[in-house]
């Protein structure tokens, strides 16, 4: 695809100037915040059913109690009216959560490796709720 115009800057510029940042924990702030008619995008650190990929980035991390809170918080959102996309890793770890939505796997290009010739594609899902 082609890269965004000046003009599709400006735009989004333009847009994000009503914007509130909250900064906190992802459950908190979305469900206190969502409502009727939001969209919400989700992609979470991804964690695998034998472990983590990454080394962490932060204070505390991403772990099987907080896929247990964000299917609590896809309720949430799907209830108050809202539309929600998350994109995870494609692993078992994520299933139990995907099976309730509607789903799509696609491949992703992972650029992590230092040689190109390193890099390969890896299955992640997309799960939303219309």
Known sequence: GAYP???DFEACAQRLQKAIIRHGDFFDVVSHAVQEGDFVYLDPPYLLS???IFSEYVKGHFCKKDTDRLA???DIIDQKGA???LSFIDDQIIHAIARKW???T???QKNIS???SSRRKSPELLVKNW
């Open 114 to 116: 230092g040689f190109a």
């Open 102 to 104: 509607l789903t799509e």
């Open 50 to 52: 034998e472990g983590r």
């Open 106 to 108: 696609y491949l992703v």
């Open 72 to 74: 609590e918080l896809l």
């Open 5 to 7: 115009t000046l003009s």
């Open 83 to 85: 539309h929600f996309l």
